[in-house]
C-alpha cells in the first residue's frame, strides 16, 4: 500500500531554512507527480508547488518563488521541499501529497502525516 | 489565479440532516473540481474528484454536482463522523487553488 512518511517537527529562527523530505513507498516512484501543501495554525489549505520525480520538472506558487526549492532522490524515493528565508508566516504543517489522475483529472489522492515547522525567535 | 470561494464558511446541523456546501470557481474548471475532509490534527482526505466522482471507501451520502463555475458538495444525511472541514480544490490549472474551507459543527 501507497505510504508517505515525512521528517519529524522543526523549530527554526527568522532568516534560517528548513528542509522537509517524505519518503515513499508501495509504489514506483517515479510515476506520479508530488504536491506539496501547507497549513497555518486555524487556517486553509494553501497549495506550494509540485514536482515531477520522473524528470525533475517543478512548478511553484508564485508568492513561493525564489524561496522554495523542491527535489527527488530516486534512490531512496524521497522528495524533498526546502524553504528558504523563513518568516514567522512560514508557521504552519507542511504535507507532502502524491497525486493520483483519472483522465485528465488530478487529484490529491495520498498524503502524509504532515511536518509542523515553527519559525519563532 | 484562480480563485475558489465556498460558502458557507461555517454551518451548524443535526445527525440527519442534508448539508449543501457550494464552491464557486472565478473562471470556468470545466469539472476539475475535487473535494476534502478534514478532521483536526489529521491530514485531509479525498473525498470527490472530477466534480462528482466518489472516491473508493467514502459513503454514498456524500455527492458531489456542478460544472464550470458553480460545484457543490452535499451529505445526505448528517452522521456524527462527518463533523469536520471541508475544502474544494480546483485541478484545471496551476496554481492549485482551495477554497478557504467550510467547517461543519453539531446543532
Known amino acids: 500500500q501507497v505510504q508517505l512518511v515525512q521528517s519529524g517537527a522543526e523549530v527554526k529562527k527568522p532568516g534560517a531554512s528548513v528542509k522537509v523530505s517524505c519518503k515513499a513507498s508501495?509504489?514506483?516512484?517515479?510515476?506520479?507527480?508530488f504536491s506539496w501543501v501547507r497549513q497555518a495554525p486555524g487556517q486553509g489549505l494553501e497549495w506550494m508547488g509540485w514536482?515531477?520525480?520522473?524528470?525533475?520538472?517543478?512548478d511553484y506558487a508564485q508568492n513561493l518563488q525564489g524561496r522554495v526549492t523542491m527535489t527527488t532522490d530516486t534512490s531512496t524515493s524521497t522528495v524533498y521541499m526546502e524553504l528558504r528565508s523563513l518568516t514567522s508566516d512560514d508557521t504552519a504543517v507542511y504535507y507532502c501529497?502524491?497525486?493520483?489522475?483519472?483522465?485528465?483529472?488530478?487529484?490529491?489522492?495520498?498524503w502524509g502525516q504532515g511536518t509542523l515547522v515553527t519559525v519563532s525567535s | 489565479d484562480i480563485q475558489m470561494t465556498q460558502s458557507p464558511s461555517s454551518l451548524s446541523s443535526s445527525v440527519g440532516d442534508r448539508v449543501t456546501i457550494t464552491c464557486r470557481a472565478s473562471?470556468?474548471?470545466?469539472?476539475?473540481l475535487n473535494w476534502y475532509q478534514q478532521k483536526p490534527g489529521k491530514a485531509p482526505k479525498l473525498l470527490i474528484y472530477?466534480?462528482?466522482s466518489l472516491h473508493g471507501g467514502v459513503p454514498s451520502r456524500f455527492s458531489g454536482s456542478g460544472s464550470g463555475t458553480d460545484f457543490t458538495l452535499t451529505i445526505s444525511s448528517l452522521q456524527p463522523e462527518d463533523f469536520a472541514t471541508y475544502y474544494c480544490?480546483?485541478?484545471?490549472?496551476?496554481?492549485?487553488?482551495f477554497g478557504q474551507g467550510t467547517k461543519v459543527e453539531i446543532k
Open positions: 473562471q470556468t474548471i470545466n469539472n476539475y
Open positions: 501529497i502524491r497525486e493520483a489522475q483519472v483522465g485528465p483529472s488530478i487529484f490529491f489522492l495520498f
Open positions: 508501495g509504489y514506483p516512484f517515479t510515476s506520479y507527480g
Open positions: 472530477a466534480a462528482s
Open positions: 514536482i515531477s520525480p520522473y524528470n525533475g520538472n517543478t
Open positions: 480544490q480546483q485541478s484545471f490549472n496551476s496554481p492549485r487553488t
